[in-house]
């Protein structure tokens, strides 16, 4: 005859996956619940700015020059405003036509605490948030001496920017490094 009980009588086995789907879970949750409460705060730097050096953002910026210069330089945080990167790290399917890979939450909370950390709030708060470096205004700010004429590209930096490949933008071209 069925007994009710028969229901609820797990194998060994059984709980031991279910115990393990459970612990997976909470770590999924958690680590959502983190990545949630990161993006979802409005950029603020006060405690951010504090320890640009912490772990977490020493591996979020080896993790955004691998997960980032795949297809195109890996860009300075610092030329496009935080709101700008937040946007990109929300949307990794809609990128500029295609799609960037392994963007796991994981990777997301890391890229990002690298990137709000090294970026600054777009400064006329309500302004259209730039999509291009080309709109940024620290992208201006940062080239006090040079006069862009032609459009600015991922590919152009690399006519004045020596040290791209190590992830270092100071380093110029003599020609730069030489001007007054
Ligand atoms: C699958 C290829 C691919 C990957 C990986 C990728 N991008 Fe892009 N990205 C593009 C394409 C294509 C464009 C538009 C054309 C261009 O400038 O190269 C672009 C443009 C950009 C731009 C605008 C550049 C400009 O012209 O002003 C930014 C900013 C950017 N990507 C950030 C990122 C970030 C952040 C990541 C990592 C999370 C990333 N990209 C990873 C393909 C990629
Ligand atoms: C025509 C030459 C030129 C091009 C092209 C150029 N830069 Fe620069 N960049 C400079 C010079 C020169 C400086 C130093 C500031 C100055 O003298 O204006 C600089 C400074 C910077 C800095 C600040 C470096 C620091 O920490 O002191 C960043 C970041 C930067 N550029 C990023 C970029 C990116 C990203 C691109 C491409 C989208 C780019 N630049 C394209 C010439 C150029």
Not at 72 to 90: C, G, K, M, R, S
Not at 158 to 175: M, P, Q, S, W
């Amino acid at each position: 005859m069925f007994k009710i009980s028969q229901l609820f009588r797990f194998k060994r086995s059984n709980l031991l996956y279910l115990v393990i789907s459970l612990i997976i879970l909470l770590w999924c949750m958690s680590v959502g619940w983190a990545f949630n409460r990161a993006l979802g705060a409005s950029p603020s730097h006060t405690l951010a700015q504090l320890s640009p050096n912490r772990p977490t953002v020493q591996a979020g910026k080896e993790l955004y020059e691998k997960t980032c210069a795949g297809c195109h330089i890996p860009i300075p945080a610092e030329v496009l405003p935080t709101e700008t990167w937040q946007q990109l790290l929300e949307n990794p399917q809609k990128h500029y036509g295609t799609s960037v890979p392994n963007m796991i939450r994981l990777t997301q909370v890391l890229i990002w605490d690298y990137l709000k950390t090294n970026s600054r709030p777009i400064l006329l708060k309500g302004s259209p948030i730039p999509y291009y470096v080309e709109q940024s205004q620290y992208f201006t700010i940062l080239h006090p001496r040079v006069e862009f004429k032609e459009p600015i590209t991922t590919q152009s930096c690399v006519l004045c920017h020596t040290g791209i490949k190590d992830f270092n933008y100071r380093r110029l071209t003599a020609e730069w490094e030489d001007a007054p």
